[in-house]
């Protein structure tokens, strides 16, 4: 092997920090390193990674040495600290464009904004290849294209769970997804969800810190590790909003963005989301023994059978404009009609 790329030792150092969407690399070069592009010199390193893939990362500010943003063509120099920030491949799943109702609160040449309804799931995956949020853009990004163009698909960022409702961007094309991917890397975006939890608070704000990663005992689904030997940091904000007693309407700021974080720290502080059946939230966990309460919060789950949260607000900075925008959207009717019951029951 070249001096130009050295066989990987002790001096080097990868870290991989996945977040279902993307990827972050970090790298020691060699004491030997030969001067070398950094775009050659990563896609040597990094599994399946395309030539433009980390040209789009370095134009988007993604790949940094010793700190500071580079271009493609800077050249690696011996014991450089590079770290890049990556979009994962597309999944082996071809995506069926499918003419699905999707209401898109925004729209330019680079990026998509949507409420997505609650019950879509937004990729298609083992079970689910159809009816995704992603076959419905797919299906609007064909129509709008000269000549309906097919096989044009979205480039997601994010996500948002089947069952939670909410908006959701979605980029055009890589250059918009890698910018966007970093904002969500480095928590730089803006998010807000509103949650109707089990149980009241002493106080009107405060914080959840701990780790999540997959529950020992059901791989399914995701536990809190509080002593961080497992899973990856998490930190949820909340504000109570407004108090029925026996739950709580909360506003939850995402300071990261874990599956399932939001659901997974108030099931750890025993507060879980109303009617959240995967973390215990789908049974009467506070109030009375009467007969009338029991059916009017089994009427309540029937209503919003599914759990109590809405992404309510997202905000960024645009990948080409640089300018910060925000999108906002009302809980759909389920969870308004529940949340308006649970206040006129705490008048009554």
Not at 23 to 50: C, P, S
Not at 140 to 168: A, C, N, Y
Not at 295 to 323: D, E, G, S, Y
Request: glycine share 6%; charged share 25%; proline share 5%.
């Amino acid at each position: 092997m070249s001096a130009d790329l050295p066989e990987m030792n002790e001096d080097q150092e990868v870290l991989e920090e996945s977040q279902d969407l993307y990827e972050h690399y970090r790298f020691v070069a060699d004491k030997g390193q030969g001067l070398l592009r950094i775009d050659k010199f990563l896609m040597v390193r990094i599994e399946n990674a395309t030539r433009n893939k980390i040209q789009q990362a370095a134009h988007a500010g993604n790949i940094l040495v010793n700190g500071l943003p580079v271009k493609p063509n800077y050249r690696v120099k011996p014991l450089d600290v590079i770290s890049i920030v990556l979009s994962h491949p597309p999944r082996e799943i071809e995506i069926i464009a499918e003419n699905i109702p999707v209401e898109i609160l925004y729209e330019d040449s680079d990026l998509l904004v949507v409420n997505k309804q609650a019950g879509m799931v937004v990729h298609p995956a083992y079970g689910n290849y159809t009816g995704t949020l992603v076959n419905a853009l797919a299906f609007h990004l064909q129509e709008i294209s000269p000549d309906k163009e097919p096989g044009r698909t979205p480039f997601l960022v994010h996500r948002i769970d089947k069952d939670t409702s909410g908006v959701m961007i979605a980029a055009k094309n890589e250059l918009a997804q890698a910018r966007l991917a970093a904002q969500f890397f480095h928590h730089t975006i803006d998010r807000h969800y509103l949650a109707l939890v089990w149980g009241d608070f002493e106080d009107d704000k405060g914080t959840i810190t701990g780790h999540i990663g997959r529950s020992i005992r059901d791989r399914k689904v995701f536990a809190v590790f509080p002593d961080g030997s497992q899973g990856r940091h998490a930190v949820t904000h909340y504000t109570v909003i407004e108090r029925f007693g026996y739950v709580t309407l909360l506003d939850c700021k995402l300071e990261t963005g874990r599956t399932h974080q939001i659901r997974v720290h108030f099931q750890h502080i025993r507060h879980p989301l109303f009617g959240d059946e995967t973390y215990g939230g789908n049974v009467i966990l506070k109030g009375t023994t009467f007969t009338k309460y029991k059916q009017f919060v089994n009427n309540c789950f029937a209503i919003l059978p599914r759990q109590a949260l809405h992404a309510r607000l997202l905000a960024f900075i645009h990948p080409t404009t640089k300018q910060w925008i925000q999108f906002e959207s009302e809980p759909p009717e389920d969870m308004a009609t529940v949340i308006e019951r649970w206040r006129r029951y705490r008048k009554e």
